[in-house]
T-cell receptor, first 115, second 113 residues
Framework: NAGVMQNPRHLVRRRGQEARLRCSPM?????VYWYRQLPEEGLKFMVY????????ESGMPKERFSAEFPKEGPSILRIQQVVRGDSAAYFC?????????????FGEGSRLTVL | KNEVEQSPQNLTAQEGEFITINCSYS?????LHWLQQHPGGGIVSLFM???GKKKHGRLIATINIQEKHSSLHITASHPRDSAVYIC???????????????FGKGTKLSVKP
């Protein structure tokens, strides 16, 4: 079974461009979580999605960031008009159940560098 | 004060040593996770605990809910154990989102041959 697949692994963008990060959960998993790890800082929760629904986006910055998990295809984290402060590693995780009953499986992360 | 505190921040050990990493938290939780992150690499979930103790190979994780404390032990440490170990808690009664984990800052472990 393939694990959680994230792409691209590395992405370089200039200020003002858009970044799209993709996450394919493990087969059969319908819960997807996105986390951000800023340089020299700990991980922070961003958003929790189930198929076609955003369940909790309390960790998402109010502007420029959006996430979706369509019925078909991967979950996408979209960052519009990127700024240098968006440079970070973005991790996706999936679970079969909610995390207090189901184990989390993480991807390798997507490392965004904004020039 | 952070809601999840790990100690030590950095740990250097000789191969073969017994290692303990501690995690204290200040909120009620429904579960606690131990994660491993290699430099520049992805994150691997080691354990998810809500009570007691779990063992996997040379790794042991314990949790004391009353004390709000968890420990990760590595027996017979090896250089390949060198990584950052992260404690994360799933807050209780948050209100629906089970993925809204609170993470510690991590413990950087270096095991020398």
């Amino acid at each position: 079974n393939a694990g959680v697949m994230q792409n691209p692994r590395h992405l370089v963008r200039r200020r003002g461009q858009e970044a799209r990060l993709r996450c394919s959960p493990m087969k059969g998993h319908s819960h997807v979580y996105w986390y951000r790890q800023l340089p020299e800082e700990g991980l922070k929760f961003m958003v929790y999605l189930q198929k076609e629904n955003i369940i909790d986006e309390s960790g998402m910055p109010k502007e420029r960031f959006s996430a979706e998990f369509p019925k078909e295809g991967p979950s996408i984290l979209r960052i519009q008009q990127v700024v240098r402060g968006d440079s970070a590693a973005y991790f996706c995780a999936s679970s079969l159940f909610n995390t207090n009953t189901g184990e989390l499986f993480f991807g390798e992360g997507s490392r965004l560098t904004v020039l | 004060k952070n809601e999840v505190e790990q100690s030590p921040q950095n740990l250097t050990a000789q191969e073969g040593e017994f290692i303990t990493i501690n995690c204290s938290y200040s909120v009620g939780i429904s579960a606690l996770h131990w994660l491993q992150q290699h430099p520049g690499g992805g994150i691997v979930s080691l354990f998810m605990l809500s009570s007691g103790k779990k063992k996997h190979g040379r790794l042991i994780a314990t949790i004391n809910i009353q004390e709000k404390h968890s420990s990760l032990h590595i027996t017979a440490s090896h250089p390949r154990d060198s990584a950052v170990y992260i404690c994360a808690v799933d807050p209780k009664g948050y209100g629906g989102s089970q993925g809204n984990l609170i993470f510690g800052k991590g413990t950087k472990l270096s095991v020398k041959p």
